[in-house]
T-cell receptor
Framework: GQQVMQIPQYQHVQEGEDFTTYCNSS?????IQWYKQRPGGHPVFLIQ?????EVKKQKRLTFQFGEAKKNSSLHITATQTTDVGTYFC????????????FGKGTTLSVSS | DTAVSQTPKYLVTQMGNDKSIKCEQN?????MYWYKQDSKKFLKIMFS???????INETVPNRFSPKSPDKAHLNLHINSLELGDSAVYFC????????????????FGEGSRLTVL
């Protein structure tokens, strides 16, 4: 079945450093979404990418969708303590009858 | 107004018991889901309903029985609870949920933390 792999599992950075998490799917995706879950909270939608090679920015966050629509990345520039949490990618296969499959997430911790 | 609400937020129970978790969404969405998040934070799809109809059932033991009385509600009943059922269960909804269409974002409830002793 479809698998979505995400690395790294954990990342600790000093405030002000950059952070990147990578997502790879075993199958071609029709779209990929990114979510953030704060400690003790629930996943909250950040963005959706649909087009091959698409790049979207939200302030310090940059999201990319690979040309083959099988991989994606989230890059945070100059991390802040408010960026702490677990970032999940979630891919939707282009095969019928499937649900959004989540990667295992990357947990980011930031020290000031 | 909470968009996706789940009750209860916490459940502590003994092995072998039966329990239910309720979920309601007021977003007018057609599709609702149950996800299970284990202690390692892995979010795994369990069920998906579109307009009260089951469309996805991901090899979940038949001790788990979802019920959707209408498209705004999706409840989860668990029989004969086991230790391995301990997890956080998230309900979610989206405007569409079928592959090949734009799924749109998932709106998650706050989660129901189930602890089986």
């Amino acid at each position: 079945g479809q698998q979505v792999m995400q690395i790294p599992q954990y990342q600790h950075v000093q405030e002000g450093e950059d952070f990147t998490t990578y997502c790879n799917s075993s199958t071609t995706l029709s779209n990929i979404q990114w979510y953030k879950q704060r400690p003790g909270g629930h996943p909250v939608f950040l963005i959706q990418l649909v087009k091959s090679g698409e790049v979207k920015k939200q302030k310090r966050l940059t999201f990319q969708f690979g040309e083959a629509k099988k991989n994606s990345s989230l890059h945070i520039t100059a991390t802040q303590t408010t960026d702490v949490g677990t970032y999940f990618c979630a891919g939707l296969s282009d095969q019928a009858g499937t649900a959004l499959i989540f990667g295992k997430g990357t947990t980011l911790s930031v020290s000031s | 107004d909470t968009a996706v609400s789940q009750t209860p937020k916490y459940l502590v129970t003994q092995m072998g018991n039966d329990k239910s978790i309720k979920c309601e969404q007021n977003l007018g969405h057609d599709t609702m889901y149950w996800y299970k998040q284990d202690s390692k934070k892995f979010l795994k799809i369990m069920f998906s309903y579109n307009n009260k109809e089951l469309i996805i059932n991901e090899t979940v033991p038949n001790r788990f029985s979802p019920k959707s009385p209408d498209k705004a509600h999706l409840n989860l009943h668990i029989n004969s609870l086991e230790l391995g059922d301990s997890a956080v269960y998230f309900c979610a909804s989206s405007q569409a949920g079928l592959a090949g269409t734009n799924t749109g974002e998932l709106f998650f409830g706050e989660g129901s933390r189930l602890t089986v002793l």
